[in-house]
């Protein structure tokens, strides 16, 4: 089994900051990529960051510049630094995490940008 734990969601203002974490545990011999994804009402979920196990990044246009994506091999765990947010980031943010293979999702953490 394995479980994987978001945390750090929240409201923010336009402009604001936050930090988003999730944590994979259980049977776990090696993760490959970790990655945040984040669906909006009304819409599909989306990929919005996605790191190798090896550090290499890869963003979705619309954070480019203002999101950052980092793991912690150690811990199994996996980081979204938002900067700079906008309303239009408003989502229930998910964490993937990729057995090679297996793929395993957290339950969610909603983020609102918000005045």
């Known amino acids: 089994q394995v479980q994987v734990v978001e945390s750090g969601g929240g409201l923010v203002q336009p402009g604001g900051s936050l930090r988003l974490s999730c944590a994979a545990s259980?049977?776990?011999?090696?993760?490959?990529?970790m990655g945040w994804y984040r669906q909006a009402p009304g819409k599909q979920r989306e990929l919005v960051a996605v790191i190798t196990r090896g550090g290499s990044a890869i963003y979705v246009d619309s954070v480019k510049g203002r999101f950052t994506i980092s793991r912690d091999n150690a811990k199994n765990t996996v980081y979204l630094q938002m900067n700079m947010l906008k309303p239009e980031d408003t989502a229930v943010y998910y964490c993937?995490?990729?057995?090679?293979?297996?793929?395993?999702w957290g339950q969610g953490t909603q983020v609102t940008v918000s005045s």
């Open positions: 993937n995490v990729d057995l090679k293979g297996l793929n395993y």
């Open positions: 259980g049977s776990i011999f090696t993760i490959y990529d």
